[in-house]
């Protein structure tokens, strides 16, 4: 039976064929979402949460009030417990402005995993 064809890594520019969605140069090592704690602990406290804060808060500032779908953490935790369980650092966002955040403000922070 014929294997499937190598294809070019998705990385932008690398010429490197693979059998994956990146090489192995390119390899995303990120942890998975459970390693990175959230799990059914944090989707309790993510249910109560926007259970009591149901708007986005960045809408909500400019008089829209749109419904909030995503627990944001306002400084990126970046694997320390402590600010990632802190729901003072906690916003509720649609995800819309969570999105545009992250993108904008928190892509180019350094992961400390």
Same mark, same amino acid.
């Given at each position: ?15 490197n ?37 149901? /708007? !986005?808060? %960045? =809408? ?6 749109? *419904? ?12 320390d ?11 509720? /966002? !649609?995800? %819309? =402005? ?6 904008? *403000? ?8």
């Amino acid at each position: 039976m014929p294997r499937k064809p190598k294809s070019p890594c998705k990385h932008p520019g690398c010429p490197n064929l693979t059998g994956k969605r990146y090489c192995d140069i390119h390899t995303d090592d990120r942890p998975s979402a459970a390693k990175r704690g959230y799990d059914s602990r944090w989707r309790k406290a993510r249910a109560r949460f926007l259970k009591v804060h149901p /708007l !986005c808060v %960045r =809408c909500n500032s400019e008089g829209k009030l749109i *419904k909030a779908t995503v627990v944001d953490h306002i400084i990126p935790h970046r694997g320390d417990e402590l600010l990632f369980w802190d729901e003072s650092n906690w916003q509720a /966002l !649609c995800k %819309r =402005c969570h999105d545009r955040k992250t993108r904008n *403000k928190d892509q180019y922070r350094e992961y400390k995993y």
